[in-house]
Nanobody
Framework: QVSLVESGGGSVQAGGSLRLSCAASGNIESSIRGNFIAWFRQAPGKEREEVAAILTAGGATSYAGSVEGRFTITQDVTKNTIDLQMSRLKPEDTAMYYC?????????????????WGQGTQVTVSS
């Protein structure tokens, strides 16, 4: 079993920055190492959507078009953390942000391929 805990959410004005962090614990090596860990977000009344992902083996990254160039996902293997640096934030980035990890590698953008989920952290961007 793997536990994911997000932190770093908050309120910011448009154009500002926030850094989210996801701390993983548990059976990391046997359960999720080598697969994608991703950030998803869900705004009220909308479906959960992919934001960014990192392949824990090798560090390859993927981004949704709406955040590419503004968000950066990184991992610290020694600390078992996945961070999401968000810059030039827009009001439409307002959502609950979730960290998720795959048990088996699959499409990074498909939430159905992720087995482990955190509780989420709220990001609010005001205009």
């Amino acid at each position: 079993q793997v536990s994911l805990v997000e932190s770093g959410g908050g309120s910011v004005q448009a154009g500002g920055s926030l850094r989210l962090s996801c701390a993983a614990s548990g059976n990391i090596e046997s359960s999720i190492r080598g697969n994608f860990i991703a950030w998803f977000r869900q705004a009220p009344g909308k479906e959960r959507e992919e934001v960014a992902a990192i392949l824990t083996a090798g560090g390859a990254t993927s981004y949704a078009g709406s955040v590419e160039g503004r968000f950066t996902i990184t991992q610290d293997v020694t600390k078992n953390t996945i961070d999401l640096q968000m810059s030039r934030l827009k009001p439409e980035d307002t959502a609950m942000y979730y960290c998720a990890a795959q048990e088996w590698i699959g499409a990074w953008y498909d939430p159905k391929t992720y087995k482990f989920w955190g509780q989420g952290t709220q990001v609010t961007v005001s205009s």
